[in-house]
């Protein structure tokens, strides 16, 4: 199994104005 | 902060894998954050109704490490996403009644 690593959380910045309200429409959680 | 009834804040549109998570902040212009696996599993057991601590704890039983360290480790991790909004603390769950 994957080894474990204490979890990192990336922030990757801004989301152009289109890909945001595509992704919002698009995006049930954990599918 | 209280680490306990932490949950997904309403903003949040995530994708969770094995390979780990995509959190979309939809407030404002939106802002993108990467999740590695092991906050993406903790992630996940949150949104099926899991305290912090459970969670961490089946995330500890899936990777077969101490739940002390992985407690730790969520407990951080947890912070950092309520100190982004991505995260929201429920501090009741019983409705105020209202005459």
Do not use: F
Not at chain 2, 31 to 43: E, I, K, N
Not at chain 2, 75 to 86: E, K, P, V, Y
Request: aromatic share 8%; proline share 6%; hydrophobic share 35%.
């Amino acid at each position: 199994r994957e080894d474990y690593a204490a979890p990192q959380l990336v922030e990757l910045g801004a989301v152009p104005a289109v890909t945001l309200g595509r992704y919002a429409e698009d995006s049930d959680q954990g599918r | 902060m209280a680490h306990r009834d932490l949950s997904p804040s309403r903003h949040v549109h995530a994708t969770i894998t094995e390979r780990g998570g995509m959190l979309l902040d939809v407030r404002g212009r939106g802002r993108w954050y990467v999740l590695t696996p092991p906050g993406a599993r903790w992630w996940h057991y949150l949104t099926e109704g899991a305290s912090p601590d459970e969670a961490a704890d089946r995330v500890a039983a899936y990777y077969g490490v101490p739940a002390d360290t992985v407690r730790d480790d969520m407990r951080r991790l947890g912070r950092q996403l309520a100190d982004r909004g991505l995260l929201k603390t429920n501090t009741s769950r019983r409705k105020r009644w209202r005459p």
